[in-house]
């Protein structure tokens, strides 16, 4: 079974508005940790935000926040005030704990439109 | 400080080539990871060192040989390559501590092409 599932392999967004990029992910482990990537035409894979199994709050940083359903076990990236330069590749990724593997979802398109 | 650098950015070469990639980091961070990406698909999991010790090889093919010279630097030595081999290579660090809050932060990529 996969791990990380992204459903939209491209999404679209017009500039200023918000946007969501979904992820499920499966684990039977309590400890874990859900991380959001953003990989520009560039290909450099930047850390955006991070959301542990045990925080109780929704991580914010920034513009990204995670709308974390533990219970749905989803953890999706909101994006507010969308900007061109948002137009990239996001990947949602798990680590569980313990253990050292990070495991990758297939990675969601944005483009942003004028 | 989060950067994690990669030198070349690109690289071209030969089946018969030998050629190396770097990767250095400044973090304090004990782990550190090679991934091997295609476009538009996620990185795939090649080696990981920890402690400056081969933790993890992904049954990579011995024409990739890695090396870890020290915690804070990272070799790829690449080998009589195939065309498929051409990829983005990401170099990744973490501190290794078991925990789920260990965030991978990665380097730039050097786009290799092999010809």
């Known amino acids: 079974a996969q791990k990380i599932t992204q459903t939209q392999p491209g999404m679209f967004v017009q500039e200023k508005e918000a946007v969501t990029l979904d992820c499920t992910y499966d684990?039977?482990?309590?400890?874990?940790?859900l991380f959001w990537y953003k990989q520009p035409s560039s290909g450099e894979m930047i850390f955006l935000i991070y959301?542990?199994?045990?925080?109780?709050q929704n991580a914010t940083e920034g513009r990204y926040s995670l709308n974390f359903q533990k219970a749905r076990k989803s953890a999706n990236l909101v994006i507010s005030a969308s900007q061109l330069g948002d137009s990239a590749m996001y990947f949602c990724?798990?680590?569980?704990?313990?253990?050292?593997?990070?495991?990758f979802g297939t990675g969601t398109s944005l483009t942003v439109i004028p | 400080d989060t950067e994690v650098t990669q030198t070349p950015k690109h690289l071209v070469m030969g089946m018969t080539n030998k050629k190396s990639l770097k990767c250095e980091q400044h973090?304090?961070?004990?782990?550190m990871y090679w991934y091997k990406q295609k476009a538009k698909k996620p990185p795939e999991l090649m080696f990981v060192?920890?402690?400056?010790?081969?933790?993890i090889n992904e049954s990579v093919p011995s024409r990739f040989s890695p090396e870890c010279p020290n915690s804070s630097l990272l070799n790829l030595h690449l080998h009589a390559l195939q065309p498929e081999d051409s990829a983005l290579y990401l170099c990744?660090?973490?501190?290794?501590?078991?925990?789920?809050?260990?965030?991978?932060?990665f380097g730039p990529g050097t786009r290799l092409t092999v010809l």
């Open positions: 990744a660090s973490s501190r290794w501590d078991e925990a789920p809050t260990d965030t991978q932060y």
């Open positions: 684990t039977s482990d309590q400890s874990y940790g």
């Open positions: 959301q542990g199994s045990y925080d109780e």
């Open positions: 990724a798990m680590r569980e704990s313990p253990g050292n593997q990070f495991y």
């Open positions: 973090m304090g961070h004990r782990a």
């Open positions: 060192y920890s402690y400056e010790k081969l933790s």
